[in-house]
Structures are given as structure tokens and as C-alpha cells.
């Protein structure tokens, strides 16, 4: 799991959406991936963003990200994996059912690159959901499209907008992709439901896609997930 220049840049200027968050956790210890040019670059796209933070701040020693957490605004994040050799404070097999520990325990769940690598991604899902407090935010940035091998999955948009939105009810702060490394703006992914082909897109080069979804509650019993193509089959 590690953090890159364009998700870096991603997750600054999605700094308000966590804005007030105070107990959060990462899917797996998150370290920053970075060229030894894309400090500079970082620097110069959050000087775009009105953020003055100096690229010596944004690093620390271990190679991890809890000081450009700190320097792009979010709240300190502890870290959840199924094994402790990254220095993890909680261990959990995301495939495995969360028990009461870690139930509606966090209002921030960042997942950057994790999911994907979980063999039952779905009960993963079904475990962020349970840690997340009724108004806890949830962003993952997650191998999309062009990344053969890299993990179990590619991920669609059908995840944020026909599971977080249609199944759970979550509100859906925002759905984008990223290229791996061309510099380029995000490209914004609107709800593909009832729309021709509903998701399909076309890329030149590996992708992320990255959401941010918002918990509104919980329900006694949610309808089923329906990809978008299927919705009025």
C-alpha cells in the first residue's frame, strides 16, 4: 500500500471532506511512494491548493505517511492490517467478520490500495461499513483499470455509487479517477445508473479510482446490489 504523487495531490484537495475528524484508522500502514522530483511537484500543487507546507514536512524517516497526514490537514490515523510487522495498532483479517471491539468505533476509514488485496473484498466492504460511526467518512483509492496482476481486483464505479449509495444509503461525496503518473486533473465519474453502458470507460494508461462515501445510518435490512447495467434490465 503506499501513497504516490497524484493520490497525494487527491488527498490534499480532499482535505475538507474530513474536516473535524478526530478517531480514524488506515486499511494497512500507508507509506509514501515517491520519485525524488514529485516532492517538488507536491509542494507546487498544494501551493495551487493555498496550502504553504514545505516539502520537508511531508516526509518522515520510516518512509510512512503520518506527517504528510498532518501537513495536508487530516486528522492522525492509526492503522488496521492483519499482521503487525508495519507497526499496526490493530490486527484484524478484513475477511473475517469485525467483532464489538471494533464496531462503529471510527469516523474516518481510508483505504489506499488495501481492499483489493482481500480475497472476500466484499466482506471487507462489510467490515468498513460496521467500523464506520453513523457520519464517518470512508475513502479508498483503488486499482481501476490497466493494472493487470497488481492485486485480486480492479474496482469500478459501481462500488461507490450501486453498494456505498444504492445498497447502504451512504451519501456520495465524490467518485474520481487518477492516472498513475501522467499529470493530469482527476476525471469526475458521475452515477452510472440508468445511463447507456452504464460505467464503461475508456483509458490509455493504469488507473485509480478514488471515492469518498458518507454514512448515514444503519437499517434493519438493505436491497440487494445491483451493478448499473442490470438496474432495468
Known amino acids: 500500500m503506499g501513497i504516490s504523487i497524484n493520490i497525494a495531490t487527491h488527498m490534499a484537495r480532499c482535505a ?27 509542494v507546487r500543487n498544494m ?5 504553504d507546507v514545505q516539502e520537508e514536512a511531508l516526509f518522515q524517516e520510516d518512509g510512512f505517511c503520518e ?4 501537513a495536508i490537514g487530516w486528522p492522525a490515523l492509526k492503522s488496521l492490517d492483519f ?18 471491539d471494533l464496531r462503529q468505533r471510527f469516523d474516518l476509514i481510508y483505504d489506499g490500495g488495501t481492499t483489493e488485496h482481500v480475497f472476500d473484498i466484499a466482506a471487507a466492504f462489510r467490515n468498513v461499513h460496521g467500523m464506520l460511526k453513523d457520519g ?19 474496482v469500478g464505479p459501481d462500488v461507490p455509487w450501486r453498494y456505498w449509495g444504492a445498497t447502504l444509503g451512504y451519501e456520495v461525496l465524490g467518485v474520481w479517477t487518477l492516472p498513475r503518473v501522467k499529470d493530469v486533473a482527476p476525471k469526475e465519474i458521475a452515477d ?9 470507460q475508456r483509458f490509455d494508461q493504469p488507473q485509480f479510482l478514488f471515492y469518498a462515501v458518507r454514512k448515514q445510518g444503519e437499517k434493519d435490512s438493505y436491497p440487494p446490489t445491483i451493478q448499473s447495467h442490470y438496474v432495468d434490465y
Not at 501551493?47 to 496550502?51: E, R
Not at 506527517?67 to 498532518?70: D, N
Not at 470512508?138 to 485480486?152: I, K, L
Request: proline residues 6%; charged residues 20%.
Open 192 to 200: 452510472p445508473t440508468y445511463t447507456r453502458r452504464g460505467a464503461d
Open 47 to 51: 501551493a495551487a491548493m493555498g496550502m
Open 136 to 154: 464517518g467518512v470512508f475513502m479508498s483509492c483503488v486499482g481501476s483499470d490497466g493494472w493487470f496482476g497488481h492485486g485480486f481486483y480492479q
Open 83 to 100: 499482521s503487525d510487522i508495519e507497526g499496526a495498532e490493530f490486527i484484524h483479517d478484513l475477511s473475517d467478520p469485525i467483532g464489538p
Open 67 to 70: 506527517s504528510f497526514l498532518a
Open 16 to 42: 475538507p471532506l474530513v474536516e473535524g475528524k478526530t478517531d480514524g484508522i488506515m486499511l494497512g500502514r500507508q507509506k509514501m511512494h515517491f520519485r525524488p522530483n514529485w516532492g517538488k511537484r507536491l
